[in-house]
T-cell receptor, first 116, second 113 residues
Framework: GAGVSQSPRYKVAKRGQDVALRCDPI?????LFWYQQALGQGPEFLTY????????KSGLPSDRFFAERPEGSVSTLKIQRTQQEDSAVYLC??????????????FGPGTRLTVL | AQSVTQLGSHVSVSEGALVLLRCNYS??????LFWYVQYPNQGLQLLLK??????LVKGINGFEAEFKKSETSFHLTKPSAHMSDAAEYFC???????????FGAGTILRVKS
């Protein structure tokens, strides 16, 4: 079956541009996560959705970052006025359960964002 | 706040040798612990997880890990390395009622022929 897909796989943006990154979770998965992975680092939590509700956005680094999941399936991470420090791989993960805790998160291949 | 420390950003072993990747966590209560593997251009894949059912956890591809509360460790091992094991490995922790993973910085495993 299809896994988590993300698009685009690679994005180059000039500093100051807005970007939108898309995540298609596994069909039926109610929980969706976004993580940011800087070069040489482990993924860091950005935000979490349960269906269409954004329950935790404590990891978003600034108000330039915005995420949505309006119909409880596809999610978009938007970064406004990109800065060089936003350069990273953005990972999306989904889970079929509401309380994820000890359950597996299924990860997409990521979008590599480079801000020049 | 929970954190994970992976000792050694790069580990190199010969094919057929023991693989040992180290992970220590900090948590006030026993957490849930995970090992994920990342192959180039692929998403993170779950190797194994500790959920308090058993301290020795067996995962896919011959990997296993032992939860040691007294040492706050969850090291990953494999008796005999294979070339296909070359990848980056991440240890992660999840709080008991949490919904996010906290990852270590990762360890790149190189397998020499």
């Amino acid at each position: 079956g299809a896994g988590v897909s993300q698009s685009p796989r690679y994005k180059v943006a000039k500093r100051g541009q807005d970007v939108a990154l898309r995540c298609d979770p596994i069909s039926g998965h109610v929980s969706l996560f976004w993580y940011q992975q800087a070069l040489g680092q482990g993924p860091e939590f950005l935000t979490y959705f349960q269906n269409e509700a954004q329950l935790d956005k404590s990891g978003l680094p600034s108000d330039r970052f915005f995420a949505e999941r309006p119909e409880g399936s596809v999610s978009t991470l938007k970064i406004q006025r990109t800065q060089q420090e936003d350069s990273a791989v953005y990972l999306c993960a989904s889970s079929p359960v509401l309380i994820v805790a000890y359950n597996e998160q299924f990860f997409g291949p990521g979008t590599r964002l480079t801000v020049l | 706040a929970q954190s994970v420390t992976q000792l050694g950003s790069h580990v190199s072993v010969s094919e057929g040798a023991l693989v040992l990747l180290r992970c220590n966590y900090s948590s006030s209560v026993p957490p849930y612990l995970f090992w994920y593997v990342q192959y180039p251009n692929q998403g993170l894949q779950l190797l194994l997880k500790y959920t308090s059912a058993a301290t020795l956890v067996k995962g896919i591809n011959g990997f296993e890990a032992e939860f040691k509360k007294s040492e706050t460790s969850f090291h990953l091992t494999k008796p005999s390395a294979h070339m296909s094991d070359a990848a980056e490995y991440f240890c992660a922790v999840s709080p008991e009622y949490g919904n996010k993973l906290v990852f270590g910085a990762g360890t790149i495993l190189r397998v020499k022929s």
